[in-house]
Structure formats: C-alpha cells, structure tokens
C-alpha cells in the first residue's frame, strides 16, 4: 500500500485568486457603511460574495494575510461635549509648546 499523502493537494482556499484582490481592492477604500473596515464588516463582505456564511475569525485571517489590520473607531463617550473638548484644548498649555 502506497503513501498517498503527497499526491493529495488538499482543500481549495476559501477565497479563489481573484477574489483575494477583489477583497485586496476593497479594503484599500473606506468602507460603505462607516468608512471603516472591522473584522465585522469584512466577514459581511465575503459572506455576500462567497454565498454562506464566513466567521470573522476567518476574515481576520485573510486580513492578515492580505497585509491589513482591521480597525476599529476610538471609543468615544455618549455624553462627550464637543465645544468643551475644544475649548479644554486651546486653553491648555502643553510642556512641548513654546
């Protein structure tokens, strides 16, 4: 009986070569909805293409391995004040201003 292990090529990628830099492509642009590609909106983005679902664990992989890192907006309070925030800045003095 023969070793076949070395004639078997395995499981094809999840994503085909020309949906990699379909995906390549898109995560150079804002994303639609908010500008921001998340591991979140990346799984939405290959579940719509790819027809099934896709884990964002699985997303984040091919993120990775496309070269990018999901973002994710700087938490910000719900009660923040804007015009506060701002005039706090003005008004501070820095140690690094002259």
Same mark, same amino acid.
């Given at each position: 009986?023969? *070793?076949?292990?070395?004639?078997?090529?395995?499981?094809?990628?999840?994503?085909?070569?020309?949906?990699?830099?379909?995906?390549?492509?898109?995560?150079?642009?804002?994303?639609?909805? *908010?500008?921001? #590609?998340?591991?979140?909106?990346?799984?939405? #983005?290959? %579940?719509?293409?790819?027809?099934?679902?896709? *884990?964002?664990?699985?997303? #984040?992989? #091919?993120?990775?391995?496309?070269?990018?890192?999901?973002?994710?907006?700087?938490?910000?309070?719900?009660?923040?004040?804007?015009?506060?925030?701002?005039? =706090?800045?003005?008004? %501070?003095? %820095?140690? =690094?201003? %002259?």
């Amino acid at each position: 009986m023969a *070793d076949a292990r070395h004639q078997n090529p395995g499981q094809p990628p999840l994503l085909p070569p020309e949906l990699q830099e379909a995906f390549r492509q898109a995560l150079l642009q804002p994303h639609p909805r *908010d500008g921001v #590609w998340t591991i979140r909106n990346a799984a939405e #983005w290959l %579940s719509e293409r790819l027809g099934r679902p896709v *884990d964002p664990r699985r997303a #984040w992989n #091919w993120m990775k391995r496309l070269g990018f890192a999901p973002l994710r907006p700087r938490p910000r309070h719900r009660d923040r004040d804007f015009e506060e925030g701002e005039a =706090f800045k003005k008004n %501070s003095s %820095s140690p =690094f201003s %002259s």
